[in-house]
């Protein structure tokens, strides 16, 4: 059987993966999809140790569709406002949208 | 006890007010649906009155089963924990979600918005929540639910280029420290195979007085906490999205973002302070978060000096009383008082912060504008809203009798107590810079010249919140005691075991 | 607490709900605003009176007081640390509880007919007619514009403009008054007494535009606010010494456990400096009573804070009423009777402890330097003011010789007919403004700085206005303390009956200044009434608004009767009739340690009467029996000589006070603490602080125009330069907060990890 840590190793660098995702890529879609990155990891995450450490409850895996559910949610308002955006501004380039500053 | 004989009341007490919000949200689109365009504004009403129903119901429900600060229940399999300080901040958040309902009531676009008001009452459920929530699914469903609304409500006015900004600012910032949150969570989950929070502390400080890696492990995990509790209450490094977003959402939306959803955070964050955080990491994470506190408040204050905008002058003095009451936070380890003293704080903050953001409203209504220099010649043009005006300012910059003095007077006694003395000197060094900004919008309410001479007006329900929160502020000033009393059984009640 | 304890928390709500809802509603009709005012205060006197017939009619209520407390301020988390504040009535209360709402009620009423009418001038800037109080309720005042000898463009400004806002005012303060009677600890009563220093400030300099003109030297209303606040501020500070020293020293500021608590007495009689020797005597009590009476000393304007008060005369009458009568230098002698067994410290009815000394001998002192300089003066209010000063000290005398009963009674019968006498000159004041306009209408010519407060410019008003005269006749003699039939006499015979007993020093003082009292009394009423008028203004004065003749025939009804309550009961014939001395028996069991009884003695009697009547007589003979005819000099500048100058002049004190502390403090301010603390060290410090800090982390060209365009003078824009750097790191880009966010994180960690290692 594959040992725990190398599911936590791989969900780690998949959350690294989204993070990085949401600091450097300029447009607000992709931040968006590197955000659902880092949910997704959390949930390899819950997995794993549900399966692994106490697979006699349910705990584990009702967290992670409670995740999937709410990421959904998220992505849902995010792509809303994020054309909402494009309709004023013409532009999801996230650094030129910084008419609030200082 | 009456409930005690019903086991459906024993189901339902503790979730009456989300039941009420849900009964709400139903009744709020069905009058959505069924009115013209013209007498929208019964929306605002039916969404503010049922609001201040709830909450009564709640309180005089809660007060005759919770009854002193050793209650503690739990229901729905221990995701509510329902005590003294869930009844406090609950009622918090259901003032301030009333409140804002009638400001929204006369506040351009929202005001005849259908969906402003059903989602302000999704928002107002999810911080509910907050302030009970006691399993990390909760914990986790709860900030989620208020915080999706609220990027919503930030974002609301679709037209409006500042508004959109706003709501996708909030949003990335949001959804990204809300990631690492989550982290947090699945960590604590994994090296624990707990959920409930109050079962948590026992293994976490098992396995942190364990080897090295162990300690490394907690000690990320809790600080991934923290960058979710810092993102809710503002303080800083994670502050940034605050000035940002109460300068370009609407301006009731703004009044509920810097007072129920600080409050719940609040709450949350000290019901996890005190139960999650083994004993054994207190001594090296109240270093931290006193530290967070300084500049939290000194950054706050400093920056709000150089506004031009009120609405992001508040914001950033919003930080610094994020600051404020984080002191509370770190005294809570070794007193009750430290609690007490944030659940005081925010009280006081939700109700001075509304006064000013509605008289901002007003004002906004009829220049169109939030800039400072829009207040020039107030006390010539409208006495009772310079009043207004005067009464949340001093309040916010602490001076007595109003209710911020006690405020402070609480948070820099808890830290004395605790010996943080060196905590509460900075908190009054601060607070004297704040009075700089705060009485400089004064000096322009009575001093500066304005030709403007449109009426301001004061519709009924702004008068309602004007009356409710003024006398709020002068009343928990004068009349300190019992709402400190109170205060104090919500800080013990943290800990009460329950049945 | 039962319903009578609810009652007296009552007592001072309605005034304050008057004032808000004055402020926040109906300030915009003068008519509503009067309705609500004076049936809030006639509401609090209905209340004042239920509580206070009940306590009169309470067996030993010095023992158990009507008394309500609540915990107000937690301090830690247990009930019995906490500051209690609550409400008490006991038998000095009471008294106060009898006269404020009685005179405030008859000043409100009184208010509403006085601020009905009239004009003053005002000055106008560059010119043009342009109005600064854009928005507020007034009609039009710009009709003609004149220009004064000082050359300033002046115009009549209506005075009845804010009249809403005078109604508010008045309600606040009687409301802070009511609110200090009603107190059961000092921090209350400093809370109500505060009130009063803003309200007396707001409502002095009430008609804050007024100029005068030719006159660029007199003091303006604005100046004399200043002025009544400053100078009762000193006094406060250290009154406020006294009140954290006695917290401090005792743990509580509440009446009942200090002055009703044995132990608690015992223990303020150890020495306060034991390690002076030259102060050794002075004990802890001593000390506390002497800066607790320097608040008394400047809200009662004593010697030497006196001189606000006469220039107190700038607000409008009412609030001289108000002032000097009812309320705010009432409140100063009634907080150092109530704090009478800290001030007589040690005392114990034998030998009089060095505070108790400069308590009589500053009160003494006061009550004769006051009365001399009353006799000079020209202005009808004024000779009232400095009147009150000289029988404020009167009751601080009293209060120094241990006959505290005497001056709570004193304070109580001086009140209600001061209150008569000012709301008299108010309404002669009125009368002749009147006569005035009428007399312009007819066309006669008047000068633009006619006084109509002159009393060289009336006479013959008994004819004219006889109400007003009749029952200034009756003012006028209780204050004289005519034998028998006023209210003025029993009090202050009593007064001098203990000093006499006592203090024989202090007997001879206040004596003297009975007479002067009588003389200036009976020069006051010879001048304004007596003879023939002196100016047709005087001619045509009319008086006839009920509100202003009502209040003055029911407090002279109480200035001839309230002093029956407290005649000795050895006195012949009255004595027995009006039932042994009620007064005395029921103030006197408001202490822990009962007064004495004076045994009743004739040679004090005889004397005060003869010397009312011989005051009174004098000043008969040279201004009514011979009245001055019209631009005729006063008589006694003949009879004084280089005296008369002095005492018109005040003894010169506000030139004194002016040569020896403003302007050295001004000079103070403006050369040592602005240019060199605040622009040269603060300044420095904090320039350097910013720059230090842009030279560091945030150069760059945003950050150069907004902090090295410096010459930063003041204090704040030092901290505005550091806070300008900061503000950039807010750049608008989200994802560089988010950087930044994770950035702390990882600093977080990295902190925590390294405090870890060091386990």
């Not at chain 2, 958040?93 to 009452?121: N, R």
């Not at chain 3, 009292?517 to 045509?540: S, V």
């Not at chain 3, 006195?571 to 822990?592: D, K, Y």
Request: charged fraction near 10%; charge should be negative.
């Amino acid at each position: 059987m594959i040992p725990l840590h190398w599911y936590l190793l791989v969900a780690a660098g998949l959350f690294s993966l989204g993070l990085y995702g949401v600091l450097s890529r300029r447009n607000a879609v992709a931040i968006l999809m590197s955000i659902e990155l880092m949910l997704t990891s959390v949930n390899l995450n819950l997995v794993a140790f549900w399966r692994y450490l106490s697979p006699e409850t349910v705990n584990g895996k009702m967290f992670a569709i409670f995740v999937f559910a709410v990421a959904a949610a998220e992505a849902a308002v995010g792509l809303a406002l994020i054309i909402s955006i494009y309709r004023n501004r013409q532009t999801v380039i996230a650094e030129d949208i910084n008419i609030l500053k200082w | 006890m009456f409930t005690e004989s019903i086991p459906f009341l024993q189901v339902v007490v503790p979730i009456l007010p989300e039941i009420g919000l849900l009964i709400l949200l139903l009744t709020v689109l069905l009058v959505d649906l069924f009115t013209r365009l013209v007498r929208k504004r019964t929306l605002g009403v039916v969404t503010g009155v049922g609001m201040i129903v709830i909450m009564l119901a709640n309180l005089f429900v809660g007060f005759s089963l919770v009854n002193d600060a050793s209650y503690a229940g739990t229901a729905l399999g221990g995701m509510i924990r329902y005590d003294m300080l869930a009844l406090m901040f609950r009622t918090m958040v259901l003032i301030a979600g009333a409140l804002t309902a009638f400001i929204s009531i006369d506040t351009p676009v929202v005001g005849k918005q259908g969906e402003y008001f059903g989602i302000l009452t999704v928002a107002t459920m999810g911080l509910s929540l907050m302030s009970a929530a006691a399993d990390l699914m909760m914990v986790f469903l709860a900030v989620e639910t208020a915080s999706i609304s609220l990027y919503i409500l930030a974002g609301f006015l679709r037209d409006s280029k500042l508004s959109t900004e706003a709501g996708l600012k909030y949003y990335l910032f949001g959804a990204a420290t809300a990631g690492l949150f989550l982290y947090g969570l699945s960590l604590l989950f994994g090296f624990t195979g707990e959920t409930n929070i109050y079962n948590l502390a026992a293994p976490l400080g098992e396995m942190f007085a364990g080897d090295d890696t162990g300690a490394f492990a907690v000690a990320v995990a809790l600080l991934l906490l923290l960058v979710g509790f810092g993102f809710k209450v503002a303080a800083v490094p994670f502050h940034f999205w605050t000035p940002d977003v109460y300068q370009g959402a609407p301006t009731s939306t703004t009044a509920f973002i810097s007072t129920a959803s600080k409050a719940a955070s609040f709450a949350l964050l000290v019901r996890v302070f005190d139960a999650v955080w083994p004993v054994e990491v207190a001594v090296y994470w109240t270093g931290l978060l006193a530290a967070m506190a300084v500049i939290t408040m000194t950054l706050g204050n400093l920056l709000a000096i150089v506004q031009k905008n009120i609405k992001r002058m508040l914001a950033y003095s919003s930080i610094a009383q994020a600051g404020y009451t984080l002191i509370g936070v770190v005294a809570l380890t070794e007193t009750d008082l430290g609690t007490a003293a944030v659940a005081f704080y925010m009280f006081m903050y939700v109700l001075t912060n509304i006064a000013a953001f509605t008289v901002i409203s007003v004002i906004s209504n009829t220049t169109g504008t939030d800039e400072i220099a829009d207040f020039a010649g107030l006390s010539r043009r409208s006495f009772p809203l310079t009043l207004a005006m005067i009464l949340a300012l001093l309040s916010l910059s602490g001076v007595p009798p109003l209710a911020g003095f006690f405020g402070k007077f609480f948070l820099f006694a808890a830290a004395v107590d605790a010996g943080y003395t060196w905590l509460a000197i900075i908190g009054v060094l601060n607070a004297i810079v704040a009075l700089y900004y705060y009485l400089t919008v004064v000096k322009v309410m009575f001093v500066d010249p304005n030709e403007d001479t449109r009426p301001l007006v004061i519709t009924p329900a702004f008068a309602a919140v004007l009356w409710i929160s003024g006398v709020g502020i002068l009343l928990m000033g004068v009349i300190a005691a019992p709402w400190w009393n109170w205060a104090l059984n919500a800080a013990q009640s943290i800990t009460a075991m329950a049945p | 607490m039962d319903t009578l304890e609810l009652l007296v928390w009552l007592i001072p709500l309605p005034p304050l709900l008057a004032f808000l809802i004055i402020l926040l509603v109906t300030r915009g009709n003068k008519l509503l605003s009067d309705i609500v005012a004076v049936a809030a205060i006639l509401g609090t006197w209905g209340l004042s009176l239920t509580v206070f017939f009940n306590a009169i009619s309470t067996e030993h209520l010095g023992e158990h007081p009507l008394r309500a407390a609540f915990t107000w301020l937690p301090l830690g988390e247990s009930v019995e640390t906490s500051f209690q504040i609550g409400a008490m009535v006991d038998p000095l209360t009471a008294v106060m509880l009898f006269f404020v709402p009685l005179t405030a009620s008859m000043i409100f009423i009184y208010s509403t007919g006085y601020m009905a009418t009239g004009h003053y001038w005002t000055e106008i800037k560059g010119g043009h007619g342009h109005d600064d109080h854009a928005g507020e309720e007034g009609d039009d005042h710009g009709h003609e514009m004149v220009v004064d000898s000082a050359g300033r463009n002046l115009v009549r400004f209506d005075a009845t403009a804010w009249k809403a806002r005078f109604m508010a005012l008045i309600a606040l303060f009687a409301s802070g008054m009511l609110l200090l009677s009603v107190a059961d600890n000092l921090l209350l009563l400093f809370i109500g007494w505060e009130i009063m220093g803003f309200c007396s400030y707001a409502l002095i300099g009430f008609w804050h535009n007024r100029v005068y003109p030719n006159q660029p030297k007199r003091i303006t209303p604005m100046f004399a606010g200043i002025k009544a606040f400053m100078t009762t501020r000193v006094a406060d500070v250290i009154m406020l010494l006294g009140i954290a020293w006695l917290y401090s020293y005792t743990g509580t500021l509440s009446f009942r456990e200090i002055m009703y608590n044995e132990a608690m007495l015992h223990a303020l009689e150890s020495s306060a400096f034991p390690n002076i020797v030259a102060l050794s005597t002075l004990t802890v009590g001593g000390v506390i009573g002497l800066l607790l009476f320097a608040g008394a000393v400047g809200k009662s304007a004593q010697f030497p804070l006196h001189t606000w008060l006469p220039d107190a005369m700038e607000g409008p009458t009412p609030v001289s009423a108000m002032i000097h009568a009812a309320t705010m230098v009432s409140a100063g002698v009634y907080m150092i009777i109530r704090m009478y067994p800290i001030i007589s410290t040690g005392f114990h009815g034998h030998g009089f402890t060095p505070t108790m000394q400069i308590v009589a001998g500053i009160g003494a002192f006061t009550a004769l330097f006051s009365a001399t300089i009353a006799v000079a003066q020209r202005d009808i209010k004024k000779v009232l003011a400095y009147s009150t000063i000289s029988q404020l000290g009167y009751m601080v005398a009293a209060v120094g010789i241990g006959a505290y009963v005497a001056a709570a009674f004193h304070l109580m019968t001086h009140a209600i007919f001061k209150a008569l006498l000012f709301m008299g000159s108010g309404s002669v004041i009125h009368a002749v403004e009147h006569g005035e306009e009428h007399a312009h209408h007819h066309g006669h010519h008047f000068p633009i700085d006619f006084d109509a407060q002159d009393m060289f410019n009336m006479g013959g008003l008994w004819k004219r206005i006889p109400v007003t005269a009749w029952t200034f006749l009756i003012g006028g003699l209780a204050l004289s303390g005519f034998p028998l039939v006023t209210a003025g006499f029993w009090s202050k015979d009593e007064i001098l009956a203990d000093a006499f007993a006592h203090a024989p020093a202090v007997f001879v003082v206040l004596a003297i200044a009975a007479f002067l009292t009588a003389f200036y009394t009976m020069r006051q009423i010879g001048l304004t009434f007596a003879g023939e008028p002196r100016t047709h203004a005087a001619e045509e004065a009319t008086q006839t608004d009920w509100r202003m003749n009502l209040p003055l025939i029911i407090l002279a009804f109480f200035a001839i009767t309230a002093g029956f309550v407290g005649v000795h009961q050895d006195f012949p014939v009255l004595g027995r009739l009006l039932g042994e001395n009620p007064f005395h028996h029921f103030v006197g069991g408001a202490l822990l340690e009962h007064p004495e009884t004076l045994a009743f003695s004739f040679t004090p009697l005889i004397l005060s009467i003869v010397i009312a009547l011989s005051g009174l007589l004098v000043g008969w003979l040279i201004y009514v029996r011979k009245p001055l005819a019209a631009g005729q000099e006063d008589p006694l500048k003949k009879l004084l000589g280089p005296i008369h100058t002095l005492l018109e002049n005040k003894y010169y004190m506000d030139e004194l006070y002016d040569w020896a502390v403003i302007r050295p403090s001004m000079w103070f301010a403006e050369k040592f603490v602005y240019l060199f603390i605040d622009r040269g060290i603060i300044d420095g410090i904090l320039h350097f602080i910013a720059r230090s800090v842009e030279w560091m982390a945030f150069r760059n060209k945003d950050f150069d125009t907004h902090v090295i365009n410096g010459g930063a003078d003041q204090v704040v824009e030092g901290i505005g330069g550091l806070s300008d750097s900061f503000k950039y790191v807010q750049s608008g880009r989200v994802q560089q907060y988010l950087a930044v966010a994770v950035a702390g994180l990882l600093m977080l960690v990295g902190v925590f990890v390294w405090t870890l290692f060091l386990r």
